[in-house]
């Protein structure tokens, strides 16, 4: 590695540094640290189980899906139940490779208050 310029373009590490711009590193570690215990919630088992992409709607077995929140916890976002979704492998590295921008317009197809 002579510090030649990268030649490839990795869009979801890219994604990852904007993310980074104004994200308050306290915020995001209690958020995170709030979403951990929120996934050993009951509530969040039947969401789980009920076995819905709250992105595209899919269904899909209950172990490939994983917590996501709607705004991101670096944009900002809470994790409360009223923010996070359950999503599917797919939906979710479809978000990573949006713009900021983008992932807030995301409209999920099953809502959070949804239960
Ligand atoms: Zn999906």
């Known amino acids: 590695m002579e510090g030649a310029a990268?030649?490839?373009?990795?869009?979801?590490?890219?994604?990852?540094?904007?993310?980074?711009?104004?994200?308050?590193?306290?915020?995001?570690?209690?958020?995170?640290?709030?979403?951990?215990?929120?996934?050993?919630?009951?509530?969040?088992?039947?969401?789980?189980?009920?076995?819905?992409?709250?992105?595209?709607?899919?269904?899909?077995?209950?172990?490939e899906l994983t917590m996501d929140h709607v705004v991101p916890v670096a944009r900002g976002g809470r994790s409360v139940k009223g923010n996070v979704v359950a999503s599917c492998k797919d939906c979710n590295t479809r978000k990573k490779l949006m713009t900021p921008a983008d992932q807030l317009m995301m409209k999920p197809v099953h809502p959070p208050s949804e239960d």
Request: hydrophobic content about 40%.
């Open 6 to 63: 990268p030649t490839g373009y990795n869009a979801v590490r890219m994604t990852e540094e904007w993310f980074e711009l104004d994200a308050d590193p306290a915020h995001v570690a209690r958020e995170r640290e709030k979403a951990r215990a929120l996934r050993k919630t009951a509530w969040w088992q039947r969401r789980v189980q009920r076995g819905l992409c709250a992105w595209c709607g899919r269904k899909v077995p209950a172990r």
